[in-house]
């Protein structure tokens, strides 16, 4: 029987609505959960870093993390009433386009006040979201490939830097820090030459300022880039090659989380990596909401982080337009709407549960197409398992302790395969009768890579500006968005952007 006479028999139901037998869709469930893992745990080890909290809070953001991804993947794949869940396979998963803005509120504000202040800024643009979804699903046109490329190529381009500093073993100002000893004396030197200049300076003058005699002095860092760190950084991009080369299927779509417990075992065996927080953390733990205390509110990061969700919300346009497109089910207007209000919901919850916003994981997405399992069942299965793997703190405190060199060499592929992605999509853009669309594309980019080198270009403006001049990503999403309707106008693409969205296997 075909398909399209299977979709017209209403004694079939459609395969989207397929109830697979239970010991197969947890197994399947479980291959989508092994797809998406790496990239859900990176988000926390990344923002949980930049605000410099403990081992035990990291591990916290990463249970909570786990916990929510799957969560909401039920909501959307399960449905909530008529307004909530697209009802489609779809997978949920924090988004690496909210990691650069989050960062700079981390290096604004770090410890338990920045994070209060980031969770409040992602519960505001949940908020929003959830009311901006119906308008959303109508601005589609706005975003046609030539702008939906160049923001996930400077996404990956942005979070390369993390992974570069993972195989380092930190972010560059790890490399040096200040010889305290040498400081120390320098200080004291300062100190005698501004007294020596008060007690010479005539009544009522105003106080001499204390300059040091020269630059702080500093000392390499030997930790830093050292060999044998760099060596398993990059025995595990080694590994995930050679399984994208040979490895079959599954195997295949599992090669970032191979090649890293590949890199845990090398670590553990010469004594880099250690296990002593896994034996305290506890087996069974529930997820405290607002385990940080009560959330603030800053107007500046509100809309920051609104900006990254309707970016978050056009890619998932796009990917829930793919997704349809490959299980041959028409996604109408109310669905489409039901699911990015289902991004706005998510990032809600995760703003409540101590985690980030959420979009639809687009690696699943083309899993659906590999594996032709085109039953939503498959991905709720998956959202129990990431349930249940957000209640077991012992999961949570393993992946804390994998040291940054070893997640630098996947950090590589992760990142890089995002830039990829995004060179994939503007690779179907028409370049040669339009050479407009060039320079929405080098303009927006040379925006977005302002604050990668010169970081501290915005030194002479607002302070409360910095979280969104400080995000490469956010200024090219603005300045292509702004470039194309000067260019082009806001003629639709929406075939365009069903292909650019099938292109992204890695976002």
Known sequence: MSQAATMNDNSSPHPVDEKIPVGRRFTLGIQHVLVMYAGAVAVPLIVGRALKLSPEQVAMLISADLFCCGLVTLIQSLGFGRYFGIKLPVM????????????????????????????????????????????????????????????????????????????????????????VAKLAVMVDKAKETAAAAAANASPGAAPPVMRLPGPIPMLDNPNYAALDNLAIAGFVLLVIVLLVRYGKG???????????????????MIGKMHFDKVAKAPWFEVVTPLAFGTPTFD??????????????????????????????????????????????????????????????????VG???????????????????????????????????????????????????????????LSAVDFKTNRNNLYIVAISIGAGLIPLVAPRWTQHMSHSLHPLLESGILLTAITAVVLNLFFNGSGGDESGSIEAAKAAEAH
């Open 92 to 179: 949920m998963g924090v988004t690496f386009a909210a990691v650069g803005p989050m960062v700079a509120m981390a290096n604004v504000q770090s410890g338990p006040e920045g994070a209060r202040a980031i969770f409040g800024a992602i519960i505001g643009a949940g908020i929003l979201s959830i009311l901006l979804a119906p308008l959303m699903s109508r601005l589609l046109r706005y975003f046609p490939p030539v702008v939906t490329g160049t923001i996930i190529a400077i996404i990956g381009i942005s979070l390369m830097r993390v992974g570069v500093g993972w195989a380092m073993g930190g972010p560059a100002p790890l490399a040096q820090s200040p010889d």
């Open 250 to 268: 599954f195997v295949s779509n599992i090669a970032v989380l191979l090649g890293i417990v590949a890199g845990c075992v090398v670590a553990s």
């Open 367 to 425: 899993l659906v197409g590999v594996t032709g399992v085109k039953s939503r069942y498959v991905c709720v299965a998956a959202g129990i398992i990431m349930v249940v793997l957000g209640l077991l703190p012992k999961m949570a405190a393993f992946v804390e302790s994998i040291p940054t060199f070893v997640l630098g060499g996947a950090g590589l592929v992760m990142f890089g395969m995002v830039a990829a992605t995004g060179i994939r999509i």
């Open 299 to 364: 107007p500046i990061m509100i809309f920051t982080m609104t900006l990254v969700m309707i970016v978050v919300m056009i890619e998932s346009t796009g990917m829930f337009l793919a997704l349809g497109d490959i299980t041959g089910k028409k996604i109408s207007r109310d669905a489409l709407t039901a699911g990015l209000r289902t991004d706005g919901l998510g990032t809600l919850i995760g703003g409540v549960f101590n985690t980030f916003p959420y979009t639809s994981f687009s690696q699943n």
